[in-house]
C-alpha cells in the first residue's frame, strides 16, 4: 500500500469536522434572516466595511503585531539557548514552558491582574525600591503582555525544533572559513532558522487577532477588538450572519498575509508550522 | 564567560515571566479568604473541601478522560497523516496542508459554534462523544505540524535500505521511521492534550448531558467568584504533572544519551 | 493495507452506529438541569436524588447568552434551567418553554407576590422564581466623601480612573438611560444617542469595563465606585467593611432568575417535581443560605438569621423595589445597542 493512503483517514475526518462546517460559516455570511424572510446577501461583507469595524479591524492587527514582535524578540533568544543547552537540560526546558498551560487560562490571567493592578505585588515591589507605582492594569501594556505570556511558547517551540535540526557541520565550516560567530549566526543559522521564526510567526498571530479573553480581562474591555465582536455576534446580538461573516473577512485576511510571509520561505510547500 | 552569565540571566527572567503568576496561584491556593483581594491567614481547608465538591472532581475526570482520549486518536491518526502528506504530490499535499490550517484559523467561537451546529445536524446528541470529537478535531492539526518537520528531515534512504534488506513496508514503518519521528510524535501529543485541558468555548458548546470538562465549570463559576477549591486543585494538578514530566524526561534523557554515545562511537 | 481497512473499517462503524446508540431508552429517568455556576447548595440534590430515585445531571453555563444559544440549538434536552427575566421572555416568545403545570408545584405559594405577574411572565404560566436582586452602586467610604445616591456620582470627575462599570451592553447602557431620566428598555434612537454621547463622555473617567473580577477589585481597594449585583455586593462587604451599597434614586434594575422548563424536556413530570421540591421551605432556606442572594421565598426568609433578613442590600424596601424596573427582551433592538455599544468601545 502506498505510504500517502495514510492520509486518507485524515482527509475524511478533516472534511466532515473542519471542512463541512466551515462552509456553513460561508453560507451563514451569505445569508440574511429578518423575521421570516431569508436570503442570499452581500449585506454582512459589506456592513464590515463600516469605518467603526475598520477600526476594530485594525486596532486588533495593531496590538497582535506588536504582540507577535514581542514573541520573536524574546522567543528567538530563549530558543536558541536552550537548543545550544546541553540534551539533559534541553527536554526539560522546553517542556517547562509547555507546563504553566495546564492551569487554566481564566486563573492564570486573574492571577496576572493580582500581580499588576494599582495595589498589586508588582506595584509594591517597585514602590519600594523607589520606581513609583505604575500604571499597567487596563492599558494597552497589559493586554500585550497577556498576549505574549499565552502565545509565547507558540513562538518558541517552531523555532527550537527548527535550530536543534541544524546540521552542525555547516556551522563548522563557515567557523573555518573565518567567520566569526556573530557572521555565522547572521549568514548561517539565522537564514536556516527562518521556517521555524515563520511558523512560530503565524501561530502567534493567528490566535492574538481572535482573541477577546485577554483583551477584555486585562485591558478593562475599553476597547472592543475583533475577537469580541465576533462573540459579540454570535453570543449577544445573536446575528450569527454577521458573526460568520467577520471571521469570513478574518481568515482571508490571515491566509493572504500568510501567503506573503511564505515568499521567504524557501520550502515552497504551503505554509508550514513547525 | 560574561556571556554566559548573560545566557542565565536571561534564561531565568524568562521562566520567571511564565511562572510568576502559578506562584500567585499556589500561594493564593492557602488563601483563608474566597477573595483574590487580599492574603488573609494560611490555611488548608481549600484542599480537604475540594475531594467532597461532587461536581469539581466530576469536571476533574471528564477534563483528564476527554484529554486521554483526544490525544491518543489526534495523535494516531495525526502521525499518520503525516507520513500520507509527506509522501504525497505537491498539489496534493498543498490541498491537505491548507486542511490543515483550518481549525487554527477560525476563532474558537466560531469552530465551536459551526460544529454544535454540525453535530445536530448530524443528529447527534451533545455530550462526552461530541466534546471528545470536538477536542480531536482541533487537536489534529497540531499532530500533524508536529510530526511533518520530523520527516523532512529524515533520510529517505533508511526507509529504502530496510526495504532491501527484506523488511515489510509495515514493518519498516514501526522500525525504522515510526521510532525516528518518535521526538515530533511526543510533543504533538503534549501539545494536544495541554490544548484539551485548557479548552473552554469548544467544549461549552459542543457538550451536554451533564458532561462538562473543568474549564467549563470554572468559567461558569466566575459569576458567582470562582471558588477557592479550584486554585487548590490546579495546585495538585501542577505539581502532579511538573513531577511526572520531571521523572519521564529523565528517563528519556537517559536513553537519548544512550543513543548519542552509540552515534558518537560510529 | 489491511490493516488500514480495517482501522477505515471500525472508524465508519463508529460514526454510522452513534445516532442509534444516543436514542437508545434508560430505564431510570434522568433530569437534566443547567445553572449557572455555583448557583445552588449541591447537597440539596443530592437530597432530592435520594427523596425521589431521579438521578440529576447537573450542568452549568456562564451567560443567560450562552444558555439560550444551547438550548436553541436543540442538540440538548435539559429538563430545567434557570434563566433571567429578559431571556425568559425571550424564550417565551420563542416558544422554547413548556408551560408548568403549577398544581404539582403547590409550594409556588410560598412565593411573595411581589415576584409574580412581572413583566416577562404576566400570568404566571412558565416560571418560577429562584433568586433575585437589584442593581446598584458599590462605593468604597473611605475613597468617596459624596453622598452616593444618584447615577450622576459615576459622572463625576473627582473619581476619574477611579470607576467601575460592567462590561454588558444592557448593563452599561441602562445606567447611562436611567441617568437621564429614561427607562432602561428604551427603543427610541433619539434616547438611545444621548445615553451613547453620556457613555462615550464618561469613558475617561472609567478605570475598567469589568465583568465577575468587580469582586476582587472592589474587596482590594482598587477602585472607589462600581456597578454591581445587590448579592455581590453582600459579599463584598463582608470582605471589607469599608464598602457600602446604594440604589441610586433615578431607579434601577431588578433582575428575577427563575426555574422554567425547556421545550426540549422529555421528564416534565420530574421537572416539576425537582422545583417543587426545591421551594420546600427548609430547602430553598438551605440553598438561599448557600448561595446568598436574596430568595423569593416568603417562608425562607422568615427563617433567615436576623442580620441577612435586615440587612438592606439583600432585602431593600419596597420603597426601592418600586424604582426598579425589570428587563425587557429587546429582539431587534439588540443590534442597535450592540452597535452603541461598539461605538463607546471604539471613542477615545
Not at chain 3, 6 to 32: D, G, R, W, Y
Not at chain 3, 232 to 237: E, I, L, P, S, T
Request: net charge positive.
Amino acid at each position: 500500500m502506498k505510504r500517502k493512503n495514510y492520509a486518507y483517514p485524515y482527509l475524511f475526518w478533516m472534511t466532515i469536522f473542519a471542512v463541512l462546517p466551515l462552509f456553513l460559516v460561508l453560507l451563514y455570511s451569505l445569508t440574511f434572516k429578518n423575521g421570516l424572510k431569508s436570503g442570499i446577501t452581500f449585506s454582512n461583507f459589506v456592513r464590515f466595511f463600516e469605518p467603526i469595524y475598520l477600526e476594530v479591524l485594525l486596532r486588533s492587527i495593531n496590538l497582535a503585531l506588536i504582540s507577535t514582535i514581542i514573541c520573536l524578540l524574546l522567543g528567538y533568544p530563549i530558543a536558541y539557548i536552550i537548543s545550544k543547552a546541553n540534551i539533559k537540560h534541553r527536554n526539560t526546558l522546553i517542556l517547562l514552558f509547555l507546563i504553566p498551560m495546564w492551569m487554566n487560562f481564566l486563573l492564570r490571567t486573574y492571577a496576572w491582574m493580582t500581580l499588576l493592578e494599582k495595589n498589586g505585588i508588582l506595584n509594591k515591589f517597585l514602590t519600594s525600591i523607589g520606581l513609583g507605582p505604575l500604571n499597567i492594569m487596563y492599558t494597552n501594556s497589559a493586554v500585550v503582555l497577556g498576549m505574549v505570556y499565552n502565545f509565547l511558547p507558540f513562538m518558541v517551540l517552531p523555532i527550537y525544533t527548527v535550530l536543534i535540526k541544524i546540521d552542525r557541520s555547516l556551522i563548522e565550516a563557515a567557523n573555518d572559513l573565518g567567520a566569526n560567530k556573530i557572521i555565522t549566526f547572521i549568514k548561517v543559522t539565522l537564514p536556516l532558522s527562518l521556517p521555524g521564526v515563520i511558523s512560530g510567526i503565524t501561530m502567534v498571530f493567528m490566535p492574538s487577532v481572535t482573541t477577546f479573553a485577554i483583551s477584555r480581562l486585562l485591558g478593562g474591555g475599553q476597547f472592543t477588538l475583533i475577537g469580541n465582536l465576533i462573540e459579540q455576534q454570535f453570543i449577544n446580538v445573536g446575528d450569527w450572519n454577521f458573526g460568520s461573516a467577520i471571521s469570513i473577512v478574518m481568515m482571508v485576511i490571515i491566509l493572504i498575509s500568510m501567503g506573503i510571509m511564505n515568499r521567504f520561505d524557501k520550502d515552497k510547500e504551503g505554509v508550514n508550522l513547525w | 564567560m560574561v556571556n554566559k552569565v548573560l545566557k542565565r540571566v536571561y534564561t531565568a527572567l524568562i521562566y520567571f515571566f511564565l511562572y510568576a503568576p502559578i506562584i500567585i496561584l499556589i500561594v493564593f491556593s492557602f488563601n483563608e479568604s474566597k477573595s483574590r483581594g487580599s492574603f488573609t491567614g494560611f490555611t488548608f481547608k481549600w484542599y480537604s473541601m475540594l475531594f467532597k465538591d461532587r461536581q469539581i472532581m466530576r469536571a476533574m475526570y471528564y477534563t483528564l478522560l476527554v484529554a486521554v482520549i483526544a490525544s491518543a486518536v489526534s495523535t494516531f491518526l495525526g502521525t499518520l497523516a503525516a507520513i500520507g502528506i509527506h509522501n504525497m504530490h505537491r498539489r496534493q499535499k498543498k490541498i491537505l496542508l491548507n486542511i490543515t490550517y483550518l481549525p487554527v484559523l477560525n476563532p474558537d467561537i466560531v469552530t465551536a459554534i459551526s460544529l454544535m451546529v454540525l453535530f445536530i445536524a448530524l443528529n447527534l446528541k451533545l455530550g462526552l462523544f461530541t466534546m471528545i470529537i470536538s477536542h480531536i478535531t482541533f487537536c489534529l492539526p497540531y499532530v500533524v505540524l508536529s510530526v511533518l518537520p520530523k520527516l523532512k528531515q529524515l533520510n529517505p534512504n533508511i526507509y529504502e535500505a530496510a526495504l532491501d534488506l527484506g523488511a515489510t513496508p509495515s514493518y519498516a514503518l514501526r522500525k525504522v521511521i515510526i521510532p525516528e519521528i518518535m521526538p515530533g510524535i511526543i510533543s504533538g501529543a503534549l501539545l494536544a492534550f495541554t490544548l484539551s485541558v485548557d479548552d473552554f468555548v469548544i467544549s461549552f458548546f459542543t457538550t451536554g448531558s451533564g458532561v462538562s470538562n473543568l474549564s467549563i465549570t470554572i468559567y461558569s463559576m466566575a459569576r458567582r467568584g470562582i471558588k477557592p477549591e479550584i486554585n487548590a486543585l490546579s495546585t495538585l494538578l501542577f505539581l502532579t504533572v511538573l513531577i511526572l514530566l520531571l521523572l519521564i524526561n529523565k528517563i528519556t534523557n537517559k536513553e537519548e544519551r544512550e543513543m548519542s554515545l552509540i552515534e558518537k562511537n560510529k | 493495507m489491511k490493516k488500514i481497512n480495517k482501522f477505515l473499517a471500525v472508524f465508519l462503524m463508529v460514526l454510522i452506529m452513534l445516532p442509534f446508540t444516543s436514542c437508545s431508552k434508560e430505564e431510570k429517568v434522568t433530569l437534566n438541569v443547567y445553572n449557572w455556576g455555583d448557583y445552588i447548595d449541591e447537597s440539596v440534590i443530592s437530597e432530592f436524588e435520594n427523596k425521589y430515585g431521579i438521578k440529576v445531571n447537573y450542568e452549568t453555563f456562564a451567560t443567560n447568552e450562552d444558555m439560550y444559544v444551547k438550548i436553541k440549538s436543540g442538540g440538548t434536552a435539559y429538563d430545567v434551567a434557570i434563566p433571567s427575566d429578559y431571556m425568559i421572555s425571550k424564550m417565551i416568545k420563542e416558544n422554547m418553554l413548556q408551560k408548568i403545570d403549577f398544581s404539582n408545584v403547590p409550594n409556588y405559594k410560598y412565593i411573595d407576590e411581589k415576584f409574580k405577574g412581572l413583566e416577562f411572565d404576566p400570568n404566571n404560566e412558565y416560571s418560577v422564581p429562584y433568586m433575585w436582586g437589584v442593581v446598584g452602586i458599590v462605593y468604597n467610604k473611605k475613597m468617596v466623601s459624596d453622598p452616593v445616591d444618584s447615577w450622576n456620582i459615576l459622572w463625576n470627575e473627582k473619581y476619574k480612573k477611579q470607576i467601575l462599570m460592567l462590561d454588558s451592553q444592557r448593563e452599561s447602557i441602562g445606567v447611562a438611560l436611567q441617568k437621564l431620566g429614561y427607562s432602561l428598555n428604551t427603543t427610541d434612537k433619539d434616547k438611545l444617542e444621548q445615553a451613547k454621547q453620556e457613555l462615550i463622555k464618561q469613558k475617561p473617567l472609567v478605570l475598567a469595563y469589568v465583568g465577575d473580577e468587580i469582586k476582587d477589585k472592589m474587596i482590594s481597594g482598587e477602585a472607589a465606585l462600581a456597578v454591581a449585583w445587590a448579592g455581590d455586593a453582600v459579599f463584598m462587604k463582608q470582605q471589607n467593611p469599608d464598602l457600602e451599597f446604594a440604589v441610586p434614586k433615578e431607579g434601577s434594575n431588578l433582575f428575577v432568575d427563575c426555574m422554567v422548563i425547556p421545550k426540549t424536556s422529555k421528564h416534565k413530570k420530574e421537572a416539576e417535581m425537582f422545583i417543587n421540591f426545591m421551594f420546600e421551605t427548609e430547602i430553598a432556606k438551605k440553598n438561599t443560605e448557600y448561595i446568598g442572594y436574596s430568595t423569593p421565598h416568603k417562608e425562607a426568609y422568615k427563617l433567615l438569621d436576623e442580620e441577612t433578613k435586615y440587612d438592606k442590600t439583600a432585602y431593600p424596601d419596597e420603597e426601592v423595589l418600586k424604582r426598579c424596573e425589570v428587563y425587557k427582551d429587546l429582539s431587534d433592538m439588540l443590534k442597535e445597542y450592540d452597535k452603541i455599544w461598539t461605538e463607546v468601545k471604539a471613542a477615545h
